[in-house]
């Protein structure tokens, strides 16, 4: 077990660039916005253009791990992400700007697939929504140290934003290095009938393996009947988990901030509070889901984002705007302990072996497609209407209604083999 551990973390360290890279815009969009001169127009689409880099990465993750497996995948993204934090911090014009930042999404969307797949490939199933829950440790981290570097560049002059960008490039070359370490999935080499090395991998890992003569083909379709409902149960699950409005605010704290009157140095620290929140919670999330289970995180969690939500509304309407940073720390421990807790362990273990590369892909792009709509409609929405602020909030709060009945209708995976779950559908 000592080794999974090992193995699991190194693979979990996509998931500190996924988040860092995410988040870290949040420091940067209002200058970018000022240097550029966008109108609030291009000015969404510079912040989403990652997010549509992510949609691209996530579709086509599920096709580039089943052929050139998961460890080459991870080490090409690792150096996806090199070029994406020194391109942007070199960028001398918009366009430049927005490939490396589209780069970057790349490389996020890719890993958000193929990161929690290999962790949840190599588990044990009593540890796999802990194990497999290091991604998101590891994604609210990044989060959390884009944040705080965002906080300490702010005023270090014009080249602040390339300083946010750029420090993107250490983290990512400890990334490759370690991950040259680790050993291949071992069902992802079942599939390929390389079962000596499968077996070999195993023995490494401690766990019993299972081989089996009639192994399914890596080349197995995705869109069958039976495999109808994992489908659909990963659709909607990565859908409402956007419509929440977690992306929102995340990338644009800053800017919510000064939305309700706060000064401009506390619109960057208050985010580092945001950041620090997500950390906790989802460490709280992490240490209880292989005991309470995802369906009860998910349903409690979505009790209190409601009620966050309402209160951010009002307060963004004015009623209440001095308690606004309680409430999005409330939102954001309600989400993590759930909706973030949960999403990627659900997605990477819901879909038999066969399909799993496909399915965890379908689930991420899907959440992908969404993050962008969102973030890209945000300022414009806000910056459209004079209450917008309160409308998008409210718009959030009825998603999170209509994701509570949806919840109701989901399996538990919790403590049952990867083959079990894939037996049950």
């Known amino acids: 077990m000592k080794n999974v551990w090992k193995y699991a973390l190194i693979a979990s360290l996509g998931g500190f660039l996924f988040g860092f890279e995410t ?12 240097l550029w001169q966008l109108d609030s127009f291009w000015h969404g689409l510079t912040v989403s253009i990652s997010l549509i880099g992510t949609i691209i990465g996530a579709v086509s993750a599920g096709k580039f791990m089943n052929q050139y497996g998961r460890k080459k995948v991870l080490l090409f993204i690792a150096i996806l992400y090199l070029l994406s934090a ?8 918009w366009s430049m700007f927005l490939f490396f930042r589209f780069l970057g999404g790349v490389s996020v969307g890719i890993s958000s697939v193929v990161g929690p797949v290999f962790i949840s490939e190599i588990s044990p199933a009593k540890d796999r929504g802990k194990l497999t829950g290091l991604f998101q440790i590891m994604i609210v981290s990044g989060i959390f140290i884009a944040y705080l570097t965002n906080f300490l560049f702010a005023g270090t002059g014009e080249n602040a934003w390339r300083y946010m960008l750029g420090i993107m490039a250490i983290p990512s070359i400890v990334f490759y290095i370690l991950l040259r370490n680790i050993p291949e999935s071992p069902r992802w080499l079942l599939l390929h009938n390389r ?3 499968a077996l070999a991998v195993f023995t490494i890992l401690g766990i019993e393996s299972h081989l089996t003569v009639d192994t399914p083909k890596a080349t197995t379709s995705l869109f069958q009947s039976k495999y109808f409902k994992p489908i659909t149960f990963a659709v909607l699950l990565a859908f409402f988990n956007q ?4 992306n ?10 000064d939305m309700a009157g706060f000064d401009a140095d506390l619109s960057y620290l208050q985010p580092i509070f945001i950041g620090g929140t997500n ?3 989802t460490l709280v999330g992490m240490s209880i889901i292989d005991k309470v289970g995802r369906k009860k995180l998910l349903l409690s969690g979505a009790v209190g984002m409601f009620i966050f939500l309402m209160l951010t509304a009002f307060g963004l309407k004015g009623e209440s705007s001095s308690y606004l940073l309680f409430y999005i720390i409330g939102f954001i421990a309600s989400f993590a302990l759930s909706q973030g807790a949960v999403i990627w362990v659900f997605l990477a273990e819901i879909f038999p072996n066969e399909v799993r590369a496909q399915g965890s892909s379908l689930g991420s792009t899907t959440h992908w497609v969404f993050a962008a709509l969102i ?9 459209g209407n004079q209450q917008g602020g309160f409308y998008i909030f409210l718009l959030y709060a009825v998603m999170v209604v209509l994701s509570f009945v949806f919840i109701l209708f989901l399996p538990e995976t919790k403590g049952k083999s ?5 037996h049950t559908h």
């Open 279 to 281: 950390v906790l919670f």
């Open 86 to 93: 020194v391109g942007c911090a070199l960028a001398n014009f």
């Open 23 to 34: 988040a870290v815009i949040s420091g940067a969009e209002q200058i970018i916005q000022k």
């Open 195 to 197: 079962n000596e090395e």
């Open 248 to 257: 929102a605010i995340l990338y644009y704290a800053p800017r919510i901030f």
């Open 243 to 246: 419509l929440t409005g977690i």
């Open 418 to 422: 990867l083959e079990d779950i894939g």
């Open 375 to 383: 973030s890209w409609i945000f300022p414009v929405i806000v910056e």
